[in-house]
């Protein structure tokens, strides 16, 4: 029998889906695995699957289908018509940007990776401002064709790329109550904890000890190590597709908690792409629902399940079998200390729960004055010393530690920043709603029993994969809207505690 | 200025390398990083990428442009001419099996590899007959069809695949020199050995002080850690391309010679690859000259150079050294005569340089008859064992160690094994060739001095690429016709040599 179009459909976004898989197994190879001196080679082998993954999406053919498909939409369930409607989103955004401007973006963006590197080995973002430039303007180009082919303002298109189904007028609310909440609050917590800061914990944790902590603590989450890795690499990351997924983490020897919350960070991803819809894992609905999603998802594991003193419980029995510690630093009180410590610091990277999203704003601000052309790129430095001043009160000791700290916009990452701070807001959201249907959970984690939460994450958030828009998911997930609400009182709750 | 059809050609071959890179790193992490539940995913991804390849070497476009280049081919130099030669021969390998056979062999070869797998533990080849069977008969017609599009007889077509520039003819001859020599030359060296066996070597070598031989080792030969990487698998391989080349090696830690000359076998193909060409690596005529010149590279630094007393007087302290052993056993001329044991016995992956062929020369006669049906699938293991006992005077005790212990079958590698014999039959004459123009050959090899014999292999093979076929290849390197005479006086005089 003749398949229909939708079903021909399903056919070639399977392919596309191994294509993906393949070029996420490049890209974690590279970071892992790689000789240091094969970075030409990998780098071709990613350019040519990309261009075909490309070519493969935006053929006459798909287009074509998708028409047939989308004319007989009717007879198809739910989770079809879904999965049309991201076959067709895929698609639209793919074709919106010409060939000719993808070729120049990836020859301009490996460019200004380059000329990051220099820059910041020279710490003068003079090396880097010309190539920034040049990706800027091809970033806006970008911006404007996509907005016009998906009818979106030209940086909602950039966001609408990371995180669909949020938009400028999404991230303006959220960060207004973020910005009116999250200064006072900063002051007030490192206040407190100054009146009864953490003895220090020192010593020597070789990685082999950390690592069977680690692999402890993630088994008890659900990681499948039989369907999957752990590694070392620079920046932790997760890479791969559900039945092959690899993440990794960065083992410090003088601090074992680097190691492991970045492991569980990544354990929160990729426990997401183990719960998508299993019959549609390899379609557009069965993709996880956006960035910011993502991010909610390894930041409820990091820092609502984690960073907290049910969790400290479980951990110290742990801590003591595999790094043979003891002493009163080790007691659970002062390690739950460490673990929601604030501090004013100029690195995003290294920031606590509560300074974090004040980084992500400042940088939205930029970005968007960068992109419509308020802020010229040679006045970057000084704009972000102003901002961080302005927020955090602090300022950068140099363009390294300012400026020149994050990788995201040599490679032409705009749009994406907002995702990190939504992301910790519908964390929030989500812990509030799972805390009121599971009034156990402490008792749950103390005893490091996570099945639960695994359970309601699947049922709420993860096996409905991209069928719903984000906010009707989160809607469907939390009984409510989106807003950050939830996430302050989480926030309040926790950092103003009278101890 | 508008590409030429030719040039246009090196464009889409470019790219099919690249995809070749890619194929070839999702192999190499299959074997040695994939967590085992994750073959599945995999299996989807090599399938896609490797249809992907298949689609793109045999569009139209590619068949236009061939002949457009193929009639302006006297405008282009010698390379360019071999490279659009090789080009010719890659599409028309492709385009002679038909996608529906392609895919059926897929779908073939991956149930029998399966219950070749399920038959040697269950120790019954009837458990495999039926799977190989259909395997059998997939192969035949897609013999016949590649022999009719090349012009060869059916198994030509097959040995091409793998060998391009041998046909059955070279084969026989040279598969009679070995039958007429080689029992003789078994039985006397055995003979002889056996009136000083080697002294036992015992001991307990762990995989770091292996691995750290091992490196040394590959360092002196010039394996390129810095652009390659070299792990351990079941058993050893090659993959990656020339820029990413990955190695691996199985580590026995009661023997500290199965490693080391895995990985010393593995780091010859490594070498002929990195010693292609360098301007023409991503195209055709930059690729080796196939399987059987790939294995002569191999067993030159595994059979003739380390196989030797040289290479013993260079290996003796660093064994020393890494190992910490000392004793009569660890003297040279122990170490030797472990090197160069020749024993009659039924696995061909472990056996020696002088009964290999031989198993060899028994699958060969035995996959010619099975594919002109004069034997029937279901009697291989009566004439396996019938066959062995004939050439070597032994009988396998089961089938698992008789006619399932390799999986080529399985996988429809037919016409693949003949080039393993041919490529010892190569690496005697190269080795010849080597000696007569580097007198100090065992001066150089015993002090760990391994420079001028890459670069007589460079000058003389592999920075030949495929620019000839391969017998003028081997003429042009060797100043002889390709024949059975230098290696067999090298064998006659390392193992008959009175001691």
């Not at 990613?46 to 004319?71: F, G, N, Q, W």
């Not at 096996?463 to 989106?482: D, F, N």
Request: one cysteine or more.
């Amino acid at each position: 029998m003749a398949l229909t179009p939708y079903q021909q459909l399903e056919q070639e976004f399977r392919r596309l889906h191994a294509f993906r898989g393949a070029l996420s197994l490049l890209r974690w190879d590279a970071a892992v695995m790689m000789p240091r001196g094969s970075a030409e080679v990998r780098g071709e082998q990613l350019a040519a699957l990309e261009t075909e993954h490309h070519a493969l999406l935006t053929t006459p053919k798909v287009a074509r289908l998708l028409e047939r498909a989308e004319a007989g939409a009717s007879q198809l369930d739910d989770w079809a018509r879904a999965n049309l409607r991201e076959m067709r989103r895929q698609r639209d955004h793919a074709i919106a940007t010409p060939p000719s401007l993808v070729a120049r973006l990836a020859k301009a963006t490996a460019r200004a990776e380059v000329f990051w590197v220099e820059a910041r080995k020279a710490g003068d973002f003079k090396v880097f401002a010309p190539y920034l430039t040049e990706v800027v303007h091809l970033v806006r180009d970008k911006a404007a064709l996509v907005g016009q082919a998906r009818g979106l303002a030209p940086y909602d298109a950039l966001v609408d790329a990371f995180t669909p189904g949020i938009t400028t007028a999404d991230i303006e609310t959220i960060f207004k109550s973020l910005s009116r909440k999250l200064p006072g609050l900063i002051h007030q917590a490192i206040e407190l904890q100054s009146t009864q800061p953490p003895l220090p914990i020192e010593g020597k944790f070789t990685v082999g000890r950390q690592r069977q902590l680690i692999v402890d603590v993630l088994k008890a989450m659900g990681f499948p190590f039989e369907r999957g890795r752990l590694d070392e690499s620079e920046h932790p990351f997760t890479e791969g597709v559900p039945g092959d997924i690899r993440i990794t983490t960065r083992i410090d020897v003088a601090d074992p908690f680097t190691g492991l919350l970045g492991a569980v960070h990544e354990t929160g991803h990729a426990l997401y792409d183990l719960g998508l819809p299993q019959p549609w894992l390899d379609q557009p609905v069965g993709q996880d629902r956006g960035l910011a999603l993502e991010e909610s998802q390894s930041l409820l594991f990091e820092m609502n399940l984690c960073r907290g003193r049910a969790f400290v419980k479980y951990l110290r029995p742990l801590l003591e079998k595999h790094l043979q510690v003891m002493g009163p630093e080790w007691q659970d009180e002062n390690l739950y200390r460490h673990l929601i410590r604030v501090r004013r610091a100029p690195i995003r990277m290294d920031a606590d729960e509560l300074t974090y999203p004040v980084h992500i704003m400042a940088r939205y601000d930029l970005e968007k004055r960068i992109l419509d052309g308020a802020l010229a790129v040679a006045d970057l430095p000084a704009a972000w010393n102003e901002a961080l001043d302005q927020r955090l009160g602090l300022r950068p000791g140099s363009d390294v530690d300012g400026c020149l700290q994050d990788i995201h916009w040599a490679v032409g990452h705009f749009g994406y920043f907002p995702s990190y701070a939504l992301g910790a807001v519908i964390a929030g959201q989500l812990y509030e709603a799972l805390r009121g249907e599971r009034p156990a959970l402490d008792e749950e984690i103390a005893a490091g029993q996570f099945a639960g939460v695994l359970e309601w994450l699947r049922d709420h958030v993860h096996g409905v994969g991209a069928r719903l828009p984000l906010k009707e998911l989160i809607q469907h997930a939390t009984g409510k809207p989106l807003s950050a609400a939830a996430y302050l009182r989480c926030l309040e709750a926790k950092y103003l505690e009278a101890s």
